[in-house]
Each structure stands twice: as structure tokens, then as C-alpha cells.
């Protein structure tokens, strides 16, 4: 505890680094007070039954990733994920189209013209998305249209206002990354994910020890034992993005003849991340827009895999994260690129010829790495719905796996890395074992 305070005594002292941490807390606290800021004409006394709509299933994970924002019928209810989605895309179409990969390669250029096309993707993106928002903020919240008000004017204004909202968010989100600290996309999905830790765990903790069958404490250390072991594991998943070791791989293929001083291959364990999960979970909300026009004989189904509870959902929800950690590994890592990079850099593995060879065993790594690591990620995943068998609360269960816990854990390991390379840089006591002020008296 004692070094934990002279940490922070110490970012004080700098003084770049604590003029980032204030930017930082004042666009998130420009964030969050934009969440509760309700759309025009519409009266928040009148929005209990969107908030139920969102207190479960799939519409909970939504409100989740715009911080209650999608509840509140916010200006910045959309948030940042279709920026996301957009990112996502151009992502793959620099795989997939030439043209977007010549533009990839032209450096900082080709940069600001993928960052533009993003740009214009979101726009439209949002001009799809919000109109939907709005027909279901009318079917949920029907009355909540303050009177006087056209619906047809409403509908426009709300949806310009609802598309610059998520713009002035990913404006705040690079300012950070400018100005603050750490990624500020990811910081600010991050705040929206743990804005709804509090509440959630004050209902678990009075769900337990109030309700019959709750467990008392006995379950509830149980449930944070539970979660200890998931925060550990995702820490292995976020570790787990970082380099192979060349003796390691070597034993991945079965030869453990290794000498020389340790060295890395270009290869990563868990090479899509999180990456299965955000496109698995993306399909899954494909029924969301479906039920709304199918009959009453199929809604059955639908609901079932609209329910993340549900065996249905859990099971194909994995079977597509698998799919999806070979589609993206496939499309992001090319074996014979690698090899050739690492010839024309003068690199090499230690007992591998350069070239065809090179490329086979980096082959090999990834196949024999892929599945488990598919399974491992699958399981992460559906961890919510094994916690709620526990019978603990949907919003408490949600930080026990899935894209959210991945997320938390990712931004904090990234935001402690980032106040550590500024203490380094300073030489400054903290993280690190030797200080300032220590070196400056030697």
C-alpha cells in the first residue's frame, strides 16, 4: 500500500504526466455527464419500460458498452461501438481488397485515408443505426414523445443529434489518445463497462444475503473466488498477444533441441484476441432486428438465442467464436510473408533454414496453437452464463467473462503501461525499484 501511494505521489511530481491524467479524467467526466443527457422532447419520467427492456438479454450488453447511455435515450446513446464496427470493417477489407492494402502500405498517408474512409463508414453507419434506435425507443417508451412534437420532425432532429453524439465521442476518445493517456477508444468503452460495476455488485451482495436461496456469505466468497480465477485467466489471454519465444515454439513442434540466448518469433499465442468475440457477438444480435417480423410459431427459437443464458445462444455463440479465431488468424497472419520479412530483415529461427522451412514451422506453430487457444477464448466468452448458474445476477455475471471483462482488463494493463513508461522516462520511484531522487544523490 505504502508503494501504491508513492506511485501516485510520484505521476504527481511529473509534470507532462499529470497533465495527462487530468485531461484524461475531465473528457471522461465530460463522457459521462453527456450519458445522462436526454434527447430533446423526449421526458425521462417516461422511460422505465426501456430500461427494463435493457435490464436483460442482449440489450443489456448494448446499455453496458455505452455506459447506460442507450437506456437513458442519451445523445450519446449509440456511443462509440459503430465506430467499432466500422473499424472492424476496414480492417478486413485491408486484407481483403487490394486496394485498401496498397493504401495500408503507403505509411502514414495511406493511414489518414483508411482513418477517413472509418470516418465516412461510421456516418453511415450511424445514419442506419439510429432511426432503428428511435422506432424502438417509440414501440418501448410509447408516451415518452413529449406532446406537440411531429414525429416525422422528431425523427430527423434526433437522429442528426444521436450521429453527432457518437462523432463528439470519438472526438473525445483521440483527444485522449493525444492529450491523456492510454488508447482513448478503449479507455472510454472501458468507463462505460465499469460505470455499472457498483450497482451491479450492491444487487449481488443483497441478493445474497436477503433473498431464501441467495447462499449468504459462503456463496458470495465463492462467486469471488470464481472471479479472481476468470480476471487471471483473461490476464493470460491479454499476456498470451505478446511474442512466442523461439524455445517455446520449438517444443509446440516437438523439437527440444534449443540453444543461443533467447529469442522471439513474429508469432503471437493468442493472435486474434478478442477480435472472434466482438464479430461472434456482432451475429448474435442479428436476431434482435428479426423478431420484430417473425411470426409467433418461430419467435421461440429467436427468443432462445436472444436469451445469453440459454444453452441455444451459448452453444452457437462458441461454435462461431471458433470459426471466427480461424477465419481472422487465417486472413491477419500469412506464414510464407512472415518467413520473407524475416529474410529480407537478415532474421532467423535457430535451426531452421530460411525461407519454405521457416514458413512451414511457423505454419505448423499456428495450426497446432489455433484450436486451443479458440477453445480457451470460447470460454472466456461464455462465462457469464456459467456464473448466472450460480444464480448470480445477470449485470454482476456479466464482468465474469466475455468482451467486457477482456476489455477491462486489456485498458487497465495498457493505461498501467503507459504511466510506466513515463516513469521510467523520469527515472521516478513507483512500479520501478529505483527512484529520482535516489540516482540524482549517487
Not at 420532425?153 to 450521429?163: D, G, H, K, P, S
Not at 493517456?181 to 465499469?194: D, F, T
Not at 485467466?233 to 512466442?244: E, P, S, W
Not at 497446432?368 to 445476477?393: D, E
Request: proline share 3%; with cysteine; charged share 15%.
Amino acid at each position: 500500500m505504502k508503494k501504491f501511494f508513492e506511485t501516485l505521489k510520484n505521476c504527481w511530481r511529473i509534470e507532462d504526466l499529470r497533465q495527462r491524467i487530468l485531461i484524461t479524467i475531465l473528457f471522461v467526466a465530460i463522457y459521462r455527464f453527456g450519458s445522462f443527457v436526454v434527447l430533446p422532447g423526449i421526458n425521462p419520467a417516461m422511460l422505465e419500460q426501456l430500461q427494463s427492456q435493457t435490464s436483460g438479454g442482449l440489450m443489456s450488453l448494448l446499455d453496458m458498452f455505452s455506459g447506460g447511455a442507450f437506456s437513458n435515450a442519451s445523445i450519446f446513446a449509440l456511443g462509440i461501438m459503430p465506430y467499432i464496427s466500422a473499424s472492424i470493417v476496414m480492417q478486413l477489407l485491408a486484407v481483403a481488397v487490394p486496394y485498401f492494402q496498397k493504401m495500408q502500405r503507403e505509411g502514414e498517408s495511406g493511414r489518414k485515408k483508411i482513418s477517413w474512409y472509418t470516418r465516412v463508414l461510421t456516418v453511415g453507419i450511424l445514419l442506419f443505426q439510429a432511426p432503428s434506435y428511435l422506432i424502438n425507443l417509440k414501440m418501448q417508451a410509447y408516451g415518452a414523445l413529449s406532446s406537440g412534437i411531429d414525429w416525422s420532425v422528431f425523427m430527423f432532429t434526433a437522429t442528426i443529434i444521436l450521429a453527432a453524439g457518437s462523432m463528439f465521442v470519438l472526438w473525445l476518445g483521440e483527444r485522449i489518445t493525444d492529450k491523456g493517456i492510454g488508447n482513448g477508444i478503449s479507455l472510454i468503452i472501458m468507463i462505460g463497462i465499469i460505470a455499472r460495476l457498483p450497482q451491479a455488485f450492491i444487487q449481488e451482495v443483497t441478493s445474497r444475503f436477503t433473498a431464501i436461496t441467495g447462499g449468504g456469505l459462503v456463496m458470495f466468497i465463492v462467486e469471488l473466488l470464481i472471479l479472481y480465477a476468470v480476471v487471471c485467466a483473461a490476464i493470460l489471454l491479454v499476456q498470451g498477444t505478446r511474442r512466442i519465444p523461439v524455445q517455446y515454439a520449438k517444443r509446440i513442434v516437438g523439437n527440444k533441441q534449443y540453444g543461443g540466448a533467447r529469442q522471439y518469433i513474429p508469432l503471437k499465442l493468442f493472435a486474434a484476441n478478442v477480435m472472434p468475440i466482438i464479430f461472434a457477438q456482432a451475429l448474435m444480435f442479428i436476431p434482435l432486428t428479426i423478431v420484430q417480423y417473425s411470426t409467433e410459431a418461430s419467435n421461440d427459437f429467436l427468443r432462445s438465442l436472444m436469451d445469453h443464458t440459454s444453452f441455444l445462444y451459448n452453444a452457437v455463440f462458441a461454435a462461431l467464436i471458433i470459426a471466427f479465431t480461424y477465419f481472422y488468424t487465417a486472413i491477419t497472419l500469412n506464414p510464407t510473408q512472415m518467413a520473407e520479412d524475416m529474410k529480407r530483415n537478415n532474421g532467423f529461427i535457430p535451426g531452421i533454414k530460411p525461407g519454405k522451412d521457416t514458413a512451414d514451422f511457423i505454419e505448423t506453430i499456428m495450426s497446432r496453437l489455433t484450436f486451443p487457444g479458440s477453445i480457451f477464448i470460447a470460454f472466456i466468452a461464455i462465462m457469464p452464463a456459467l456464473a448466472g448458474l450460480l444464480n448470480v445476477q445477470d449485470a454482476f455475471a456479466q464482468f465474469f467473462g466475455g468482451t467486457s471483462l477482456l476489455i477491462l482488463v486489456g485498458v487497465v494493463i495498457d493505461t498501467l503501461q503507459q504511466i510506466e513508461s513515463h516513469l521510467m522516462m523520469r527515472h521516478y520511484d513507483g512500479l520501478l525499484n529505483s527512484g529520482h531522487v535516489r540516482n540524482s544523490r549517487a
